[in-house]
């Protein structure tokens, strides 16, 4: 097969093999990694790399470069390898320090660890996603900003993937979304290489990925031989002109190279062994030390500083013309690019509250807030998998962004749960906007995998979970979470906020507008009795949890909870306070804000000594010992819920203020 | 449009309206529902039920019926109506009762809650990979027991879909499934009908579903008219044909009849209203009050119960004569299909306890004991989303299930999570199998939906987490689970055990396969030091706690830990015991086992009175206070994990024996 690719001497061969020995040679010394897919991809990547990719490798942020996802993340040594072959800030010392602690090139790609690295990815089908997410945020902000001939936003979004990523149903969710908005910029080039862990994909994936994709409305140009740097350029040519997004299906042979290993499932996930690699600089006839680079490799490789500095300039000549010609455009649009909230975006959401004068959701109240902050904040897009009716996110008066409209700032996912958190994802690391996707809480499940993503990579994006409890009612306990708020909580680096009325609402909202990281708004379906602002304390949402009410300030007692059932506590706290207890009622919005709070305030909210607490959430009681400690009693509900109508679910399952009051009095010993 | 599918006064036209008026009138009298699909697909629904489906309204539970999955489970209505109508034991007072509580009609069908129904549905996707799963256990059933001629096991799986399941990502990951394995005898009705909550489903759903699928390797027939009942019969008849599964695509209109709404999301979620159900009536000529059954119709739906009984008669003979022939193949049956575990299943488990003499992963003891297990039961099958090799789950010297040998036992999933978990609720609620599915513990949040199906569904399925902390080393934070365990923990009615050598691995797997739900087994990927078992109590992870050593019987610290961490914790009490504490070991390795006990055995293993603890868990701390107590320290990890070697996290992370004695002599003051 050597043969049938290599030109020897040629320079292409140099540079092809100057990847694939980098990256065997990282494993090696790691003793762990991927070595299979970087040989058999080190062609496709280098084309594309060399010959189409704008980017700068001194400045891996800057806002107009194409977007590389590997969504392969197992293969990062390919990428590794390329980001320091063209020049960016990853030394020879980093390669060396593969799968390390504290490196720059750790096992995935992580976004934010490695310059030049997009997003983080690993996960299969995730990278995938996150593309389609970044050629969607590309569209809307060309749409948006460029003006005829400052097109200062117009870049390609390309992202290498595996048969596994094709496997994966976060693919065809977000390819079928990617074909219905016809995202023309998008190219896929995927590395099939018909070997999977458990050995030759036919035994299970025997299916035509490329009528697959021309099924979801995708240009596919293929099956081409991913190896021949020729064929692989022709076809990227072909791919930019295209007006849909495009799949190369691009056949390689996984380990190429390797005499005893190529085209194995050995070569997937495992060094390929000191005397293979031996074989293998033989076979390819690389006569090189590990980790040397030869000089004419380099020296082209590094090209890719001088394109991007170019790039770069006649980047920024647009802009400076762009600046002049349009003043209030570029000053928006530097605000949008460095995310940064526009003044007085939150002026108008404190009067909201004010107004409102009747019992409501707080997915309602959301929808009012969402609709506030969207007409102040421009840069706020987003949608539902197929919910906004229920969810409320729509904006208003606002277009839907669609084939035809690429300014439209309403998003509709269809019914894709895991794909709208992928896409957010992407469009949040592409950077410029501030996604917010929705759903039911229970499909938050269907999600999970990319909240991690979101979280681990701290992305500013708004996940909106309506119909939080078994206040949904008769749907029944396949559409009722239990489990899934504690599922929230447990994810590191995520803020999830519970509220119990529009003052907490509007809070929570400010809190996830301002945040670095991602924020999940946990709202009802059902209405929620007004707390009454006047009479109680301004909510202190962002300390996580406040003295909502108490009939003495030296309580005997604290009632806890958050949400849909704060007013229940509160009404407990009421009645036990006309009976002379001492009480105090906490809202508790947040576990995660209020962790972050000093000692002091802790202590302030839930003092040590008073060991009679009671808290009520309509979810699993799980974790809720932290703060009800081992002599409390935590009302939650441990077990599946079940098809009625809300208000009967709550009596029966003993979420009522009678059952806190009962609870009371016999940790009061009354 | 009704003149066009409407034949005036005839049966067909009659029953099918029977079923639409019976959902409208249902979901009318709920004031909550889903009316628009029972009234777009009465028509396939009533082919399918009055021409083809096999099936015994007196004995729901035969077991060669055909199966029959309503995926959009939002569309119980049509389903009820249909099990009413033919004669199951769901009266008209049950239909009057629908989605009230404790009624047998809830808002989405329930396996367990309604006789006739085969699986949970509602969230979307889930019903048809159930249906795959079904298939597969039709055909591994038939392969392993039929006869020349006595075709004990022979039935379709039918299931219907909406625009919804195709959209969700699992659809197509059980679709590429089905189709690579040819499950001919599998047939899918899918109901397009173009509307979704947020409208027309062109907005995010323009793929060409029919491609699609014939990508995949299905047979596609249609567009038909969903309506057209002669046109549903010859397609029908046509797919069993097939020798590949089949997805009949069937134009429908949503909320057919109704001369406002149809066609529109409007009758997707709500009632139709008490002005549009009478406009609704004349539009179709339908004069009756509402629940009423014209006689003629329910004369002919209840024909259903002669047909059923005629199946069963004809079954019942093939199976007397199987068991006079084949009485030892009969006997083997006869137990699959009951569930029982044959006699001596586990009887040369605990000899491989005292074989094990050095360190061993937990995954490595999980796949011995497997295989001694698989050897002796039969119905025990499964496998992996291509990561056999590294969870150990092949079953050594057994076929795969592929195209070709439908009595294989190993089952390679492909890199599909979602659709693993929920085929192996299909092949569980088929009835006669015992299906295990395995991935890394973090990618259990792939199939988060599917877990929580099978534990809502108390079904016996083994799934098998492997790779299940920071241990796994370089692969980085992608795949090191942190929030997973706290994740599996918080589902009610699951269990989640993590054990801590091959001794709590046999016992495992001895609960796994005794209960009578789901049980999530959460295994190393690393080698952990040997508990030498001769010298220590023998494991009792049936009681989920107990004390594994300890330096003296009145303990004046309590150390715990699960999995991995137990032999940290247990060197840790050892040096603390050196030095003069008197310290408990206790080992930990299921919370839900532990909180099943007596209160005097858990007083026992942790007694209140002991206030100084200390827990370690290479995971999120979350939900450890119950244990450990606001006077404890728990040692886990608050945030995500890091790609270096797997003992090296450790130590930087501060999961040590080192770690437990510092925190122990801070509590005991010393």
């Given at each position: 097969?050597?043969e ?13 093999n ?14 762990s ?58 030394s ?5 320090n ?104 036919k ?20 099956p ?15 791919a930019?002109?295209?007006?849909s ?39 390819l ?35 400076n ?27 108008n ?13 707080t ?97 500013r ?44 609402t ?87 804000l ?77």
């Open positions: 097969m050597a049938k690719h290599s030109q020897p001497d040629s320079l292409d061969e140099l540079c092809v100057t990847i694939r020995f980098l990256s065997i040679d990282a494993v090696e010394k790691a003793k990694g991927h070595p299979g897919a970087p040989m058999g991809a080190a062609a496709m990547a280098y084309v594309l790399w060399d010959r189409f990719l704008k980017h700068s490798p001194h400045e891996p942020d800057w806002p107009d470069r194409d977007r590389f996802v590997l969504s392969c993340g197992h293969a990062s040594m390919l990428l590794y390898s390329l980001l320091h072959l063209t020049g960016y800030d990853i020879i010392e980093d390669i060396k593969f799968r390390q602690w504290g490196s720059k090139t750790p096992g995935h790609p992580e976004h934010g660890v490695t310059p030049g690295v997009e997003t983080t990815t690993g996960p299969l089908g995730q990278g995938f996603s996150n593309a389609v997410g970044m050629a969607i945020a590309e569209e809307y902000l060309a749409a948006t900003f460029n003006k005829p001939e400052l097109d200062i936003i117009n870049h390609y979004t390309y992202v290498m993937a595996s048969d596994g990523d094709m496997e994966e149903g976060i693919t065809s969710e977000a390819a079928s979304i990617a074909g219905t908005l016809k995202l023309k910029k998008l190219v896929c080039l995927y590395d099939d290489n018909n070997i999977s862990i458990e050995g030759n994909t035994i299970t994936f025997s299916e035509n990925v490329g009528e697959r994709f021309k099924a979801y409305g995708w240009r596919v140009i293929g081409i031989d991913g190896m021949d740097v020729e064929k692989v350029t022709e076809a990227i040519s072909a930019r002109e295209s007006d997004p495009t799949l190369i299906i691009c056949r390689t042979i996984i380990g190429y190279g390797s005499p005893n290993k190529a085209g194995t499932a050995s070569t997937h996930g495992e060094p390929l062994g000191t005397a293979e690699v031996a074989l293998t600089r033989n076979n006839k690389w006569n090189y030390p590990a980790f040397t680079i030869p000089d004419e490799a380099l020296s082209h490789f590094r090209e890719a500083q001088v394109r991007g500095r170019a790039y770069q300039d006649k980047w920024q000549d647009k802009i013309r762009y600046r002049t010609a349009f003043p209030e455009e570029y000053r928006h649009f530097e605000l949008t690019l460095k995310g940064i909230l526009p003044e007085g975006w939150d002026s959401l404190n009067g909201l509250v004010a107004q409102q004068m009747k019992p409501l959701s997915r309602e109240a959301s929808g009012t807030i969402l609709n506030a902050i969207a007409a102040k904040v421009p840069s706020l897009i987003g949608g539902s998998a197929d919910l906004s009716p229920s969810t409320k996110t729509n904006l208003k008066g606002v277009a839907d962004f669609t084939r035809e409209n690429r300014s439209g700032r309403n998003f509709h996912f269809g019914i894709r749960e895991h794909a709208m958190g992928s896409i957010c994802n992407g469009i949040a690391v592409h950077g410029g906007l501030i996604p917010y996707a929705s759903t039911f809480l229970v499909f938050y499940d269907y999600m999970r995998p990319s909240v991690r993503l979101a979280s681990l990579m701290k992305q994006i708004i996940f909106i979970y309506t119909h939080d409890s078994v206040g949904v009612g008769e749907d029944g306990p396949t559409h009722q979470p239990i489990e899934q708020i504690a599922g929230l909580r447990s994810v590191p680096g995520l803020v999830t906020l519970r509220p119990a009325d529009i003052a907490e509007v809070e929570s909202w400010k809190i996830a507008l301002e945040r670095n990281g991602p924020t999940a708004l946990v709202l009802t379906r059902q209405n929620l009795p007004l707390l009454d602002r006047t009479r109680l304390p301004f909510s202190d949402v962002k300390r996580g949890a406040y003295i909502l009410w108490e009939s003495d300030p030296q309580p005997e007692i604290i009632l806890m909870g958050t949400g849909s059932e704060v007013n229940i506590v509160l009404s407990a706290g009421q009645l036990l306070g006309q009976n002379g207890v001492k009480v105090r009622v906490v809202s508790m919005p947040s576990w995660e209020f962790e972050q709070q000093p000692n002091e305030y802790k202590e302030k909210i839930l003092p040590s000594t008073i060991e009679k607490r009671i808290s009520m959430e309509a979810a699993s009681p799980f974790g809720w010992e932290r703060y009800v400690g081992s002599k409390g009693v935590i009302i939650g509900i441990n077990h599946f819920g079940t098809s009625a109508p809300g208000n009967v679910i709550y009596e029966k399952f003993g979420l009522t203020a009678e059952g806190v009051v009962i609870e009371a009095n016999k940790l009061l010993g009354r």
